[in-house]
């Protein structure tokens, strides 16, 4: 039978984390799926660690993808049978409902792109440490929102049609984009779209950890992530848009404790964001105040 869902899962000496991934996967309450795991030439016994499952669902392919994340998402896609396709980032794990949740509101709703509430985890301490990654239901045109708002939605609550994957290329695999590479292909997807829908429920886990791309600069890839799009929006669209990118620069700075650099950039938020943004940044400074 066909498979409903294709899962992507990307890995690259994830020893520490893929046997937790994994097992969420082969908990999960409906079964209808495949797993297609890209292994970008670990050396790490990642590989030993995905051979011993003993499951046909799961297809294992490697790459070399250079650094750049999307390749091995591309493969991916390019390998799936099912309708739906997944995403799973190999320290990220998911609910054992995930699936069976997802599967039943896709039976019951007319959308073609559906994402939900990750719980956040992470192995070291965190400064303004949140406990899930911020969603809510996008507003109409998608398009302009998302590029409002910035990216709220996780990689690892993500299923899409493999049909507008397929219509708009694929993920791009510019260098420029790691870290900002999924958002790049949902508003490209918002193109062509707006039945974008939220699921208000935790349905998997989000591992922050200290090696993972979201400790860098985000607000570097960010920008290449939205340049396209500049020429819809006018002044004050853009002025929020910067301000997203200000504020990811000025948390990026907060957490290294770079305080000089991240008050110019936390000032410009408080002027010229949204209220959650400004609030956000306001308590970054009082904090950087006492310290």
Known sequence: MKPTFSIILPCWNSINYIERCIVSLKQQSYTNYEAIVIDNSSTDGTVEKINE????????????????????RNLGISKAEGEWIAFLDS???WTNDKLIYCNNFLNNNNVDFIYHDLEIKSNKPRLLKRKKNRCWQLKKPILINLLIDGNIISNSSVIVKKELLKKIGGIDENRNLPASEDYNAWLRIAKFTDKFAYIPKKLGYYFLND??????DMSISGRHAVNEF?????????MKVEANLKYQSGRYNFQNLNFKKAKKDLFFVIKNGNISLKIRAFIMIIIMNFR
């Not at 090696?211 to 860098?216: D, E, R, Y």
């Open 211 to 216: 090696q993972g791309m979201s400790n860098k």
């Open 230 to 238: 500049f020429e819809i929006l006018n002044r004050q669209q853009k």
């Open 91 to 93: 320290d990220d794990w």
């Open 53 to 72: 499952i003993k499951d046909e669902r799961f297809k294992v392919f490697s790459i070399k993808n250079k650094g750049i994340l999307a390749k091995s």
